[in-house]
């Protein structure tokens, strides 16, 4: 129930493609949906974020995909670039008093040139 | 402005041995998480902090791990006996309340990355 499933686990992508990552959820409680970005040896940093009761959120180039009824979203990235290869991670809130997230198991994106 | 640092960056220690992880967060966040990342794996939660009081230490996996936080502010993370299943990449996170004491963007240090040999 509290789990937040992640893929694909790696991701090779050509300079200038879209890269694409997909999450989804069991606990339809969850109520805030965001993406970090971590680079080799830095934590993980908020990239985009988004609720439940919106079904897209576009950030320059990236954009999140929410689908509230398949239980299930998305990372989009548009003219995907070198500096974009890193580890991401999605992550969900579970309600109540403070910011408890539960993340995926993260996806290492390559950007080629 | 300083963001959250976290020390030291690597230790390595041998089966057994206690260690101390250490985590300034941003000035004036009141909030205060510890995670462990494990190769290849996510961010596994251990231990929030509000203030000096921690009322989720679910995460925790044994009673060989412990954690304060003084002042508001540096928290120490600790493990006893460490095993070789404890070596991962310890990050610390900081928030603080914005607009209507809703808290939601989690601001992380660069970890201390664990070996225990």
């Known amino acids: 129930q509290q789990q937040v499933k992640q893929s694909p686990q790696s991701l090779i992508v050509q300079k200038g493609g879209i890269s694409i990552i997909n999450c989804a959820y069991e606990?339809?409680?969850?109520?805030?949906f965001p993406w970090y970005q971590q680079f080799p040896g830095k934590g993980p940093a908020l990239l985009i974020a988004?609720?439940?009761?919106?079904s897209e959120k576009k950030e320059g180039r990236f954009t999140i995909s929410f689908n509230k009824s398949a239980k299930q979203f998305s990372l989009h990235i548009m003219d995907s670039q070198p500096g974009d290869s890193a580890t991401y991670f999605c992550?969900?809130?579970?309600?109540?008093?403070?910011?408890?997230?539960?993340f995926g198991a993260g996806t290492r994106l390559a950007v080629h040139p | 402005g300083a963001g959250v640092s976290q020390s030291p960056s690597n230790k390595v220690t041998e089966k057994g041995k206690d260690v101390e992880l250490r985590c300034d967060p941003i000035?004036?966040?009141?909030?205060l998480y510890w995670y462990r990342q494990s190769l290849g794996q996510g961010l596994e939660f251990l231990i929030y902090?509000?203030?000096?009081?921690?009322?989720?230490k679910s995460g925790l996996p044994s009673d060989r791990f412990s954690a304060e936080r003084t002042g508001g502010s540096v928290s120490t993370l600790t493990i006893q006996r460490t095993q070789q299943e404890d070596s991962a990449v310890y990050l610390c996170?900081?928030?603080?309340?914005?607009?209507?004491?809703?808290?939601?963007?989690?601001?992380f240090g660069p970890g201390t990355r664990l070996t225990v040999t």
């Open positions: 996170a900081s928030s603080s309340p914005g607009a209507g004491g809703i808290t939601y963007e989690q601001y």
């Open positions: 606990n339809t409680a969850f109520d805030y």
């Open positions: 988004i609720r439940p009761d919106v």
């Open positions: 992550a969900a809130k579970v309600p109540g008093g403070y910011n408890k997230l539960i």
């Open positions: 000035s004036g966040h009141t909030a």
């Open positions: 902090f509000q203030g000096n009081s921690a009322p989720d």
